[in-house]
Structure formats: structure tokens, C-alpha cells
DNA sequence: CCGTTAATGTACGAACTAGTACGTTCACGG
DNA sequence: CCGTGAACGTACTAGTTCGTACATTAACGG
């Protein structure tokens, strides 16, 4: 009948059911974490019901997995389009750690998904296929950058791009992570606009002067 | 009968209950999360029986908060010992940094919590009676010693106690709560010696070379 | 030494939750 | 136009989990 795939039109559709219910639980599980989150109200989220959960996805913890591995994708992905060869060094690691601190707000699924799985000590993560495909896209970059600033006798010896990754990392995700905390006791907003342009030089200010000191 | 009140011997000891009670708690929540966490397990780990949580706290939200309020309290507690006020600025930043370093190490249910209350948006930490005596004990030493460090001409004047107690945070608190994913993913285990001499060093370095930057 | 009450133990229920058995409908090739 | 299988819906179950009614025991004052 003329073929209706490319059209929106279907009634039937695999992978928009898919999507559908895969978008949904990701906001149910950065929302509630993954024992808190409920396979009932998923499905009532959907435009489909509870059986096409188990249909595609087997069940709620290769549903979780599949959340994650989708939300590590993006990341993945996010990096790897990333070009600052023609930076010099110092500029270089400075637009890095902006990126990165972009993509960490404009993606907060992923940072609740991140502690959510560290409270079960990164037990799926650690099952993951994807698994190994993700060290290399993060470092890479520092890599590089490090190796010019280090031959250029600009920065410092005894930093290697983990340790830069994880000063990047930290100040990025605990800023989003701890926000609700850090606004019960301080009552500091961290997602107010001029503050968050301030932190945004601030980390490539501590990294910079870190890296260059002496 | 000689009130063995005060002796060991006692059959029926409220306050040993209690805090039997709360240790095992502590462990549960900590592990699990707070949906994850059981009632009958807790009360399995215990000497006593489920009844005597709902007896001394009420229910599982409120176990939860009495958690999560002693350790703060106890955070505060080893805040409030901190005497850097005879140090020269920089050193007492530094050893006020590692401090916290150590007492993050030291406490890892308590980072583990944080992270769990902030996956509840802070929701319970925020309805707590202690809230108010959280914020002045974090930031009044850092205060203090930016003043002296600012009044020297050492520090620079475009950041503030919240600004740096965040920094320090960031880092103690990331290296742990995302340990699992990071050794997942990067085959580095945070917890070896060597490295966490390292990044205590690493962190005061960070802290002063941007402080004291131009 | 005994009554009162704080402290404790046992058994159970109501509600929830992941998962499934079974039945139905749509799409598409022949 | 019809048979076949993929895609989908409904209703249910087995097991779990928080919370409680009810019974019991130890401590302590008088």
C-alpha cells in the first residue's frame, strides 16, 4: 500500500515505539534512580503499554542499561567532534573545559544517570559492550593538547591527561550534582546565568595556572 | 536494684538500640539508596527487630533523615576542631584542603549519602532542623583565611569562600562518588596509595597557583 | 514485692511491583 | 484478498515491602 515507512503516518512503528519508550525511561530513571524508578509509570508515560517494555527491552535492568549506554553515546559523541588541534596549547585545554562544562548543563539526565549508577558501584556500566569505546574519546584530546604544552616547556611534568580530565570532571559534575545540597545550606543558585559564565572562566583559570606554574 | 544504668550489662538500653539501630542504618542507606533500602534487612542486621524502628523513629523516612543529620553532625563536628588561624594563608589553605581530603576518605558512607540526597533533590535535608548550623562551620574558616591572604596582597579579590570551598569539595568529593565508573571506564583505581598522595598535593597546588595567579 | 510503664517480640495485612499468559490487530507478500 | 508473523493490548499473578495490631517482658518507684 504505498509503503507509508517514510511517512509519520504509520500506526505501526518499531523504532519510534523504541525511542518513545526509551526517552521516557531515561527521564523516569535520572528522575527517581533506577529501585526508584517504576516499570508501571513508564509505561502510563508512553504512548504504549508495559508490555512492549519487556517486548523490546527484556526487562527493567536492560532497560536501564540501554538508558545509559544511550546517554554515554551522546557523550561520546560530543567529544569526538571536538577540534582544537589548531589551538595553541593553553587555548586549547581552556575551550576543552568549556565544552565540557557546556555539555555536562545542557545534558542533566546524564550527570543524575552517572551518580545513579555509581551508587551501585558502576555494576551495568562494568557489563557494558559499549565500555570499551569510552576512555579513548575523552583522553585523546588532553592527550594531545598536553603533549605540545609539555614539548612547548609550558606546562608542567607530573600531570597526566586523567588527572586533568578529573580536575575538568569534578568541578563540572559536582557543581550540577550536588546543586540541590549545595542550595540547602548555602542557598547558592549554581544554575544562575552570571555565576555560572564565572565558573565557566573560572575552571579554565584553575587548570591554566595550575599547569603553568613556576 | 544497683542501677546498672551505667554498665554494659543492661538487658533493655534505649540508647544502645538506638544506636544500633542507626549504624546499621547508616550502612544500608549508604549502600543501597534510600528506595533501595530495606526495612526488614536493617532490622535483620540488628539486634533488636523491625518493631523497635518504628518504635524509636517512626518509619523509614524519618530513620533516613536521623542518618543523614549525624552525618552531618559529624562533619560539622570536624569542621569546627579545624584551628588554621596561626598559619600563614597559604599554608592554612593547603592544610585546610587536605583536611578535608582526609575526612572525606575517612567517611565514605557520608559522600555516598550526599550523593543520594542529592538524587531526592535534597528534599529530606532540606525539611532537617540541623539545616541552619550546616553552612557557617564549612565556610568560616575559608572566609577568614581569604581576608588575611586578600589583606596581604597574596589572593586575588574575584572569588569568594563558596567559590573555593566548592573547588575543594569538587575534587574530594568526585574522586570518590565517581570512583566506580572512573575505574570502569579508565582501569584507575583512586583508591591506591601513591595516587592519593598525589592528588592531595595536586589540590592544594590548584587551590594556591590560581589564588595567587598574576 | 508488686503495680505501672517503658521496651521488646511475633505475626500478619494491605498495597505495590516486576514480570507474564493469553488474546488481538495491523502490515505485507504472494 | 488472504495467510502469516510482527507488533501491540489486557488482565492477571507471585513475590515483596512498609507498616501495625497484639502479646509479652524487663525495670523501677513506692
Given at each position: 500500500?504505498?509503503?507509508?515507512?517514510?511517512?509519520?503516518?504509520?500506526?505501526?512503528?518499531?523504532?519510534?515505539?523504541?525511542?518513545?519508550?526509551?526517552?521516557?525511561?531515561?527521564?523516569?530513571?535520572?528522575?527517581?534512580?533506577?529501585?526508584?524508578?517504576?516499570?508501571?509509570?513508564?509505561?502510563?508515560?508512553?504512548?504504549?503499554?508495559?508490555?512492549?517494555?519487556?517486548?523490546?527491552?527484556?526487562?527493567?535492568?536492560?532497560?536501564?542499561?540501554?538508558?545509559?549506554?544511550?546517554?554515554y553515546s551522546e557523550l561520546r559523541a560530543s567529544e569526538q567532534q571536538l577540534d582544537v588541534e589548531h589551538l595553541e596549547p593553553e587555548d586549547a585545554l581552556r575551550q576543552l573545559a568549556a565544552l565540557t562544562f557546556d555539555h555536562h548543563e545542557a545534558h542533566p539526565d546524564f550527570i543524575r544517570l552517572v551518580s545513579i549508577e555509581n551508587i551501585?558501584?558502576?555494576?551495568?556500566?562494568?557489563?557494558?559492550?559499549?565500555?570499551?569505546?569510552?576512555?579513548?574519546?575523552?583522553?585523546?584530546?588532553?592527550?594531545?593538547?598536553?603533549?605540545?604544552?609539555?614539548?612547548?616547556?609550558?606546562?608542567?611534568?607530573?600531570?597526566?591527561?586523567?588527572?586533568?580530565?578529573?580536575?575538568?570532571?569534578?568541578?563540572?559534575?559536582?557543581?550540577?550534582?550536588?546543586?540541590?545540597?549545595?542550595?540547602?545550606?548555602?542557598?547558592?543558585?549554581?544554575?544562575?546565568?552570571?555565576?555560572?559564565?564565572?565558573?565557566?572562566?573560572?575552571?579554565?583559570?584553575?587548570?591554566?595556572?595550575?599547569?603553568?606554574?613556576?
Open positions: 500500500m504505498a509503503a507509508p515507512s517514510s511517512e509519520a503516518e504509520r500506526q505501526r512503528d518499531k523504532e519510534r515505539t523504541r525511542a518513545d519508550i526509551l526517552a521516557v525511561a531515561t527521564r523516569e530513571f535520572a528522575d527517581k534512580g533506577y529501585t526508584g524508578a517504576r516499570v508501571d509509570e513508564i509505561a502510563a508515560r508512553t504512548s504504549t503499554t508495559k508490555r512492549m517494555i519487556y517486548y523490546y527491552f527484556g526487562g527493567k535492568e536492560q532497560l536501564y542499561l540501554a538508558v545509559l549506554e544511550r546517554a551501585h558501584h558502576a555494576e551495568h556500566l562494568s557489563r557494558s559492550e559499549i565500555l570499551a569505546g569510552l576512555a579513548d574519546p575523552a583522553l585523546g584530546g588532553i592527550t594531545r593538547i598536553l603533549e605540545r604544552g609539555r614539548a612547548a616547556g609550558l606546562f608542567r611534568e607530573d600531570v597526566d591527561a586523567l588527572d586533568v580530565h578529573m580536575v575538568i570532571s569534578s568541578f563540572c559534575v559536582f557543581r550540577l550534582a550536588n546543586r540541590h545540597t549545595f542550595q540547602a545550606i548555602f542557598g547558592r543558585d549554581m544554575l544562575d546565568p552570571a555565576r555560572r559564565e564565572h565558573h565557566r572562566t573560572m575552571l579554565g583559570d584553575l587548570l591554566i595556572e595550575y599547569l603553568t606554574a613556576r
